[in-house]
């Protein structure tokens, strides 16, 4: 009786092992690859409450930036819808907690806070999840194009403010020591799924 109940605990102590062994190699096999762009300088802007906003917020969290304006006609709203999409994927699958989702300003003359409050809502970002900032030009140009690589630029135009603000449509992800990880097309349906599946890797652990 004693034999059989050391030979059974044995069996059970060899089985336990095997299936951690394979649980570790499946999330090895799982392990996936993602390069690091450059790291984002430490910046400080305002988020949509008039509250001091930057990389002191958000060191520690994963995080995906967008760039857009509230006037902006087509692709802003395309894109914040997008970034709407990916706020409900994140509270889904319980990592709202821990990625953290941005929307800058590329129009700070006129995004004021108060506006940008109203476009967050207008998109039913959840405060604390999905942040809106704007602050100084010079403080915009510093984070978004020597920060994130983002190209901004004024073109001359017919328009009643006689210039056009052309800027990036890429999503970037940024890890916890902001080390950007990955740019994103919003216009390509492939990418932004690709955005998901990275944010995933980086939460769990699976991305090196």
Known sequence: MKRALVTALAVLVAGSTVAVGAAI?????RAVELPRYGEVPAFQLT??????FGT???DGHLWVADFIFTT???????????????????????????VRLVSVS???????????????EQFHARPGTWTFATGSQQAIEDAVVHGFKI??????????????????TKFVLVDG??????????????????LRDDVAALADGRAR
């Open 25 to 29: 190699a499946m999330r090895r096999a």
């Open 47 to 52: 988020d949509e409450a008039g509250r001091p």
């Open 56 to 58: 002191a917020e958000l």
């Open 72 to 98: 902006c006609p087509e692709v802003c709203p395309r894109m914040t819808e997008d970034m709407g999409r990916l706020q409900t994927w994140l509270t889904n699958r319980a990592l709202d907690g821990r």
């Open 106 to 120: 590329v129009d700070p003359a006129r995004d004021t806070p108060a506006k940008l409050r109203a476009y967050a």
């Open 151 to 168: 190209a901004v630029s004024r073109e001359k135009d017919d328009t009643e403010d006689g210039f056009a603000i052309v800027h990036g």
């Open 177 to 194: 020591r902001r080390q950007i990880r990955g740019y994103y097309d919003s216009n390509d349906g492939a990418s932004m799924a690709k």
